[in-house]
């Protein structure tokens, strides 16, 4: 193989985009294609929607809007299954038009569904959206797993002291 050659293979892989490296974690719906599928909603405002204008790949996208200060919008990913110190890395895309509104959170729980805070009450560790003008970005988020994790959820919530509007889509989780 010459070294142009293996130049070029190499400048092929860094601009794969691809999924995260480590075992792929069993997300049954990461872009939406079957709607709701794989995900719960609980939303004290009003529920996401699904549109192909909120797709940044394939047919459907998640639409999140929050047009009330005093109720927030959430929902959840289906439980994936973690070990005490394993890494768990998420990788998704979004966008907004909106000041901070939201966020994207790893949610860890005990085998009985508990959800782990820190010792101090922490929260759990979460990529805010931030407005990147109606252009698709894409977020990482990166955590271990703590002592008695048995599951890591992904949280997609509004701020309930917040306003507005995002799309969501191709969310990739890996478990290492």
């Not at 049954?28 to 794989?38: A, I």
């Not at 047009?67 to 070990?83: G, I, K, M, N, R």
């Amino acid at each position: 193989m010459t070294k142009i050659s293996v130049l070029m293979a190499c400048l092929a892989l860094l601009a794969f985009q691809g999924p995260l490296s480590g075992n792929d974690a069993a997300l049954s719906n990461p872009g939406f294609e079957k709607n709701l599928e794989g995900w719960k909603v609980s939303s004290a405002g009003p529920p996401p929607s699904l549109s192909g204008q909120a797709a940044h790949e394939g047919n459907l996208g998640l639409h999140l809007s929050d047009p009330d200060a005093e109720t927030s919008c959430h929902l959840s990913s289906d439980s994936v299954p973690v070990d005490p110190g394993q890494k768990v890395k998420l990788a998704f895309w979004a966008r907004s038009s909106s000041p901070v509104f939201m966020g994207v959170s790893l949610s860890f729980r005990t085998q009985k569904g508990k959800w782990i805070t820190g010792e101090n009450d922490e929260k759990p560790p979460t990529c805010a959206i931030q407005n990147s003008h109606g252009e698709w970005r894409r977020y990482e988020l990166e955590a271990t797993a703590p002592d008695a994790a048995a599951a890591v959820v992904i949280w997609i919530h509004s701020y309930k002291t917040t306003i507005g509007e995002a799309d969501l889509d191709d969310f990739d989780l890996a478990v290492q």
